[in-house]
């Protein structure tokens, strides 16, 4: 199992960013997957989760800033980034898990995850 985030990079406060994570080795289509960010000396939050058929949910401190979407085809989940904030520089990474429930939980995921991208907010 594998996967590969990118697209974070240095962005003003209010911009935007796309992150890509691709997976590999998993049936893609079949899990809920999850994006989780985490800043040094901080546990891993996640932020996003996304079912096998699109329903979405998110933290609150991203809610109606974050969008989580997937293609299924491209064994690809995104997340567009708007509006963004200093508090939200952290390295961001993605796992899936058996169900929506599972991704709250570290240990239920795929123990292999992926290098992350780092998302840097700053003027």
């Known amino acids: 199992v594998q996967f590969v985030e990118s697209g974070g990079g240095l962005v003003q406060p209010g911009g935007s960013l796309r992150l890509s994570c691709a997976a590999s080795g998993i049936i893609f289509r079949i899990y809920p997957m999850g994006w989780y960010r985490q800043v040094p000396g901080k546990q891993r939050e996640l932020v996003a989760t996304i079912t096998s058929l699109g329903s979405t949910n998110y933290a609150d401190s991203v809610k109606g800033r974050f969008t989580a979407s997937r293609d299924n085809a491209k064994n690809t989940v995104y997340l567009q980034m708007n509006s963004l904030k200093p508090e939200d520089t952290a390295v961001y990474y993605c796992?899936?898990?058996?169900?929506?429930?599972?991704?709250?939980?570290?240990?239920?995921?795929?123990?292999?995850w992926g290098q992350g991208t780092q998302v840097t907010v700053s003027s």
């Open positions: 796992n899936a898990g058996p169900t929506v429930q599972d991704m709250y939980n570290l240990r239920a995921l795929f123990a292999s």
